[in-house]
């Protein structure tokens, strides 16, 4: 069974950048049939996406975000990560990873999600 | 930017049938998702390609698609079904993943 576990240091200042690691397990991120992707929803508020990245590294971004965003993948760790830069109150959010079917544009696994704070 | 609008609230009795509709552009062209999430859980795909519907999805799940508007259909419905769905879908050159607003369903 293919798991999605989200990790990251924890609370982030204002104007720094938030730094989000997934670890995939039961299973290869290098699979060709899918993009692994970032989605992120604020407290009480909607679903948002932030990105989406191939095993090779190829990548795309939510068009909103795309100047602060970067999306990395490391295979041999079967990890896949998320900076995103000069971060406000706003950036406040859970921060879900997810496998991404590309050619079908939707997520079909999901992780627990994990809470960023950005507060001084 | 492409969106897709979806009724903020829909409220059924048990055992009745809930339809929450998602409306955009593209689906015309593309297909809709729709994911459930309950409170304090990550969501989960109840519906894939308008009407696709994932192992272990009760049958009461079901989904539909005409024009530019999606529906999902949930017969029957249960106390259990009372959360937040959501519809998903891409712009129409596929270089952007949206979500709907989200729709609460309540079971009275």
């Known amino acids: 069974q293919l798991q999605l576990h989200e990790s990251g240091p924890g609370p982030v200042k204002p104007s720094e950048t938030l730094s989000l690691t997934c670890t995939v397990s039961g299973g290869s991120i290098s699979s060709s049939s899918y993009y692994w992707g970032w989605i992120r929803q604020p407290p009480g508020k909607g679903l948002g996406w932030i990105g989406s990245i191939y095993y090779s590294g190829s990548s795309y971004y939510n068009p909103s975000l795309k100047s602060r965003v970067t999306i990395s993948v490391d295979t041999s760790k079967n990890q896949f990560s998320l900076k995103l830069s000069s971060v406000t109150a706003a950036d406040t959010a859970v921060y879900y990873c997810?496998?991404?079917?590309?050619?079908?544009?939707?997520?079909?696994?999901w992780g627990q999600g994990t809470l960023v704070t950005v507060s001084s | 930017s492409y969106e897709l609008t979806q009724p903020p609230s829909v409220s059924v009795s048990p055992g009745q049938t809930a339809r929450i509709t998602c409306s955009g552009d593209?689906?015309?062209?593309?297909?809709g998702y729709w994911y459930q999430q309950k409170p304090g859980q990550a969501p989960l795909v109840v519906i894939y390609?308008?009407?696709e519907r994932p192992s272990g999805i009760p049958e009461r799940f079901s989904g539909s698609s005409s024009g530019t508007t999606v529906t999902l259909t949930i017969s029957g419905v249960q106390a259990g079904d009372e959360a937040d769905y959501y519809c998903?879908?891409?712009?129409?050159?596929?270089?952007?993943?949206?979500f709907g607003g989200g729709t609460k369903l309540t079971v009275l």
């Open positions: 390609k308008d009407s």
């Open positions: 998903q879908s891409a712009d129409s050159s596929g270089t952007f993943v949206v």
């Open positions: 997810a496998r991404h079917v590309r050619e079908l544009d939707y997520f079909d696994y």
């Open positions: 593209a689906l015309s062209e593309l297909y």
